[in-house]
């Protein structure tokens, strides 16, 4: 079955680089996702990867996947305490429109 | 920019009342989701849509119905709100798959607390 898994918490410290990972289960996904939801607020779209890349660079951030071991991980370099929210990791399925969400990482960036 | 807007930030509601959520997005999409987000269990799919008057159940459908009348507007309806309907309901839309990269734009969230 379909199921995206993350840890439920990470604590930095700001400045330093954060690293969230996350494991899926359909390697027919096309795209992945990264959504960042601070509180009390909706979702909104940090990035996403084409499942035929290993790699997506976007200013503090770096997506690396490894479809190999359905590996998917953000890098967020100089963390800063602007960046505490949780984030979630999202795959695509085949058919139809629907993604599905991992349960979400807690980032705490401590100053 | 995508905007989605949903009706009310915060709802508080006795067990047993019938409620309504309302969704608006105003960039065309096809697609429209609702989801709860329970803590330590993410983003659950409660029903989605992929045109007018066309609905389909997602993981958690039971104790929920929706209606989609106008395209731009989704609707999610407690036909007998109970406790363990309390949570954080978000709404989505996005493009149909074929012509995009499938990503789904969210509203702000409703917190609904039933009591």
């Known amino acids: 079955g379909e199921d995206v898994e993350q840890s439920l918490f990470l604590s930095v410290r700001e400045g330093d680089s954060s690293v969230i990972n996350c494991t899926y289960t359909d390697s027919s996904s096309t795209y992945l996702y990264w959504y960042k939801q601070e509180p009390g607020a909706g979702l909104q779209l940090l990035t996403y990867?084409?499942?035929?890349?290993d790699m997506k660079q976007d200013q503090r951030l770096t997506v690396l996947l490894n479809k190999k071991d359905k590996h998917l991980s953000l890098r967020i370099a100089d963390t800063q305490t602007g960046d505490s929210a949780i984030y979630f990791c999202a795959e695509s399925m085949e058919y139809g429109n629907k993604l599905v969400f991992g349960a979400g990482t807690i980032l705490r960036v401590k100053s | 920019d995508v905007k989605v807007t949903q009706s009310s930030r915060y709802l508080v509601k006795r067990t047993g009342e019938k409620v309504f959520l309302e969704c608006v997005q105003d960039?065309?999409?096809?697609?429209m989701f609702w989801y709860r987000q329970d803590p330590g269990l993410g983003l659950r799919l409660i029903y989605f849509s992929y045109d007018v008057k066309m609905k389909e159940k997602g993981d958690i459908p039971e104790g929920y119905s929706v209606s989609r009348e106008k395209k731009e507007r989704f609707s999610l309806i407690l036909e007998s709100a109970s406790t363990n309907q309390t949570s954080m309901y978000l709404c989505?839309?996005?493009?149909?798959?074929?012509?995009?990269?499938?990503?789904?734009?969210f509203g702000p969230g409703t917190r609904l607390t039933v009591t």
């Open positions: 990867i084409f499942s035929n890349m």
């Open positions: 960039m065309d999409h096809e697609n």
């Open positions: 989505a839309s996005s493009f149909s798959a074929g012509g995009s990269r499938g990503e789904q734009y």
